[in-house]
Structures are given as structure tokens and as C-alpha cells.
């Protein structure tokens, strides 16, 4: 059950234990405000004071929730949360989830984390895989999670539509960038203001740039003779590795490093840290 719950909120233990206390301290005093209240109106207990009390609750539930959490850490949780409820219960149309592309070249395995990650969330889907190489690992990922496969080739990407009419027929709203290494186009980028998202496998601004990918960041790295390396996860603009930074974390570069075992490290953060930063920009 406990498991069930860290899976579905994407929580860890303690934050579990911090949301469910709030539930339980919100409705605490939710109850005794309510209480309260209808103890200033003079009124009988009976029907009418019964149900003034649910009408009371109901309404004053997600105030005193959201304040509890905020003292335990949880408003993020409780603002998205109580806005959820709003929408079921608001008659909204429920506009289904935030469907991502991922846009890979290579093995894939950033993308496979992502996957895993919003595999069973109602709210955000991994919807489309988009691929430049025909041998890429990435394509195998996808048809063992029965993700949709877009094969795109460089003259229609580049001098064509982009396939920004394929990627709106699939209603995609955010574009994940997860080891893909051809320049985006402007006009994708145009298409998808803010919405396209890059992992840089190094410390930008520093061994970014046109060439700056895979073992040649992590060879520049050490022949320079850094001491820390790490990841950006930045917003994609016209320029290799350039738009705004969201996000970074760090590593040490030991002496004994080699390209091969930074990469290592890189990738443990890469997979540690870009799904759960994926899903944080979706709640803002
Ligand atoms: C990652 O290191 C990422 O930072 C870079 O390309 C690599 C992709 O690795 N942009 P994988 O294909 O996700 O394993």
C-alpha cells in the first residue's frame, strides 16, 4: 500500500510519511474549525447544522491542508494536488496527460529512466520516441514499452516541417532531449517556445558546444584537468548547449578517471537526477 503511494506521488519514504501526516493534521483541523464555526452560528445539532458542517469542511479543507503542509515541506505536493481535485470536480475538461517526446540517437538509457519513471502516471506520458538512426538502441527501448517510434530523416528535418505537424498530431507538449545530436531547428524551436529541454553531460557553460557530445566532453575534461565534472539540464534555444540552465549536479574527477569510467559517473546522474527534474518543471 505504502509502496503503491510512493509510486503514484513519486515520492520518497520521509516525504511520504510528511504528506500523510499533513492529510492528517489538515483534516484535524479542518474539523475543529468547522466545529467552531458552527458553534458562533448558535445552531442545534440536527440536520441543517449536519449539513452546514460537510459544506464547512469541504470548503475549508484545502486551506487548512495547504496551510499544515507548508511547515512540513509539502505545498509543492498539496498546490498541485489540490489543483487536481479543482479540475475533476470544477467540470473542467480533462485535457488528458502532458505528453513528452523524447528525442534520442543513441543506447538510450536516459530514456529508459524516463520511461520508468512516468511509467503508471495519469498525468504525464511518455508518447513518442523520436530517432535519426535506424541502428539506434533507443528504437528497441521503445518497442519493448510499446512507445510509438518516429524514424526522422535530415533533409525534412532540417529544410522540411521538422515533423512539427507529426509531433502535434500526437499532441506533444514538451520535448526531452536524452543524448539526440542534431541541432534543433529553429523552427521546432519556435514551435515549442520553452518546451524543449537538453542534458548536457558536463558542467555548462564550460565543454559545451558544436562537437562537445559523448566521449569528446569527458576527454576535454579530464585533459584539462578538472577536478569536477557533472550534468546541465538546460532549456534549448538556436545554439549548441547554450539555453537557459535548469538544473545541474555535480561529480568528482578523480586522477584515475578515464572517459570511460566519467562517463559511468555522469550517466549514474544523468539517470538519477533528469526524470525527477522532468517531472518538477511539468508540476511549475
Ligand atoms: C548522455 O550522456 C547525455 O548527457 C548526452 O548523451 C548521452 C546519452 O546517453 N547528451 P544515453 O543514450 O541516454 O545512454
Redo the contacts with the bound molecule.
Keep these: 500500500m505504502l509502496e503503491k503511494l510512493k509510486a503514484r506521488w513519486k515520492v520518497n519514504g520521509v516525504n511520504l510519511v510528511l504528506i500523510i501526516a499533513t492529510f492528517a493534521l489538515g483534516g484535524s483541523l479542518c474539523g475543529w474549525a468547522g466545529r467552531r464555526l458552527l458553534l458562533l452560528t448558535g445552531l442545534e445539532k440536527g440536520i441543517t447544522w449536519i449539513v452546514l458542517y460537510i459544506l464547512l469542511i469541504t470548503l475549508l479543507w484545502p486551506l487548512c491542508v495547504l496551510l499544515i503542509s507548508i511547515p512540513l515541506g509539502q505545498f509543492a505536493f498539496f498546490k498541485h494536488y489540490i489543483q487536481r481535485i479543482g479540475k475533476k470536480f470544477g467540470g473542467k475538461k480533462n485535457n488528458g496527460p502532458v505528453n513528452i517526446a523524447i528525442f534520442?540517437?543513441?543506447?538510450?538509457?536516459?530514456?529508459?529512466k524516463i520511461i520508468e519513471h512516468f511509467a503508471g502516471s495519469h498525468t504525464v506520458k511518455v508518447a513518442l520516441i523520436v530517432c535519426n538512426k535506424p541502428t539506434a538502441?533507443?528504437l528497441s527501448i521503445a518497442a519493448d514499452q510499446h512507445i510509438p517510434a518516429l524514424l526522422i530523416e535530415k533533409e525534412r528535418f532540417f529544410n522540411g516541417d521538422s515533423y512539427i505537424a507529426e509531433l502535434q498530431k500526437q499532441h506533444i507538449d514538451l520535448i526531452v532531449?536524452?543524448?539526440?545530436l542534431w541541432k534543433i531547428p529553429s523552427s521546432l524551436i519556435a514551435a515549442y517556445p520553452k518546451k524543449i529541454i537538453?542534458?548536457?553531460?558536463a558542467l555548462l557553460p564550460k565543454y559545451g558546444g558544436k562537437g562537445m557530445?559523448?566521449g569528446n566532453v569527458h576527454e576535454a575534461v579530464i585533459a584539462a584537468g578538472e577536478k569536477e565534472s557533472g550534468?546541465s539540464i538546460h532549456y534549448v534555444d538556436e545554439l549548441y548547449d547554450h539555453g537557459k540552465i535548469i538544473f545541474q549536479a555535480s561529480c568528482s574527477v578523480d586522477e584515475n578517471d578515464t572517459p570511460g569510467s566519467l562517463?559511468e559517473k555522469?550517466?549514474r546522474l544523468?539517470h538519477a537526477h533528469y526524470p525527477r527534474v522532468i517531472g518538477s518543471l511539468l508540476q511549475k
Excluded at 104 to 112: I, P, Y
Excluded at 177 to 180: D, H, P, Q, V
Excluded at 198 to 201: D, K, L, M, Q, T
Design positions: 534520442a540517437s543513441g543506447a538510450g538509457s536516459n530514456a529508459q538502441g533507443v532531449l536524452a543524448g539526440f537538453n542534458i548536457h553531460p557530445y559523448g550534468i562517463a555522469i550517466h544523468e
